[in-house]
Structures are given as structure tokens and as C-alpha cells.
């Protein structure tokens, strides 16, 4: 993520610019499995996914990879750099598209920033297409439990 803001802040250069890889947490997971870019194979996964039973290390580093190859095919075939799209993804997914109360029809504009609220008008701008508001399961997915250590 440092090396997405300091690259959008144009604080620094990359002689590989366009090999930047995603950052990918819990919220962009979350977005990418709603919005159905990434779709689990098997729908004995779904519960997984929910959090019910918690997901072993090796599905989420899995769901992981997978929502990062998507992020990059997004952003390629939306013409911006990942940085870009990984900065307003992360925004939707924390700020519209979160756990419990996802703001698919009508969303608070007031505590994003400035550059993705004016992406935002009444609704999530992936309302049109999005499954998360049409079909109930996904409305359980949410992030993994981790055990996290710190050294």
C-alpha cells in the first residue's frame, strides 16, 4: 500500500511501474466476491467464505490471488494503474460495500474522500450489477478470522 500512495502522490517513480501488484485485503475481497468478478467454483466453498466454518490459511491465500488477477484485469481493462484502482476499490469496500449493512441503494457520501464521493452519487457504483442486493447469500461474505502475530 506505501508504494501505491507514494506512486499516485507522485512522490516516487518505478522503472517497472506497471508491474505493481494489488494490495488486497478482507475489504476488496469482499467487493470482488459481491460483485460477482470473482465467483467460487464450487458453491460448498460459500460457507467458507462466510466465515462458517473459518477458511483455512491456503483458500484464503488462494482468494487472494485470484481477486489480485482480477483487480489486474479490471484496472487493464479500465485503462488505469493499479494503484489507482486499488485506492478506490479499498475506499468502496470499506466505506459502501461493508460487512453487515452493504450501501448498495443509498450511500453516505460524507465520510469518503473528496475524489471517490465524486464517484458516488445516490447508489454503490457497482449497483447495476452487483449481486450482493439480489441474492441473499452474499450478502453473508465477510473477512476471514486470522490469528495475527506481530515480531
Not at 467464505?49 to 482468494?63: E, Q
Not at 487472494?64 to 468502496?92: K, M
Not at 452519487?121 to 447469500?137: G, K, M, S
Request: net charge negative; proline share 7%.
Amino acid at each position: 500500500m506505501l508504494a501505491h500512495d507514494l506512486l499516485r502522490e507522485g512522490s516516487i517513480n518505478f522503472v517497472d511501474e506497471e508491474k505493481i501488484a494489488p494490495a488486497i485485503d478482507y475489504h476488496i475481497i469482499r467487493s470482488y466476491l459481491r460483485t460477482g468478478r470473482v465467483i467460487p467454483k464450487d458453491t460448498s466453498l460459500n460457507p467458507f467464505l462466510a466465515g462458517h466454518p473459518n477458511p483455512r490459511p491456503r483458500l484464503v491465500n488462494k482468494l487472494r490471488e485470484t481477486v489480485a488477477q482480477a483487480a489486474e484485469l479490471t484496472a487493464f481493462y479500465a485503462g488505469i494503474s493499479v494503484p489507482d484502482l486499488n485506492y478506490v476499490e479499498w475506499q468502496i469496500g470499506r466505506a459502501i460495500c461493508t460487512a453487515k449493512n452493504p450501501c448498495c441503494t443509498h450511500v453516505e457520501r460524507s465520510g469518503m474522500p473528496n475524489d471517490v464521493a465524486n464517484l458516488v452519487e445516490h447508489a454503490c457504483p457497482y449497483a447495476n450489477f452487483c449481486e450482493a442486493h439480489l441474492i441473499d447469500e452474499y450478502q453473508m461474505y465477510q473477512e476471514p478470522v486470522f490469528d495475527k502475530g506481530f515480531y
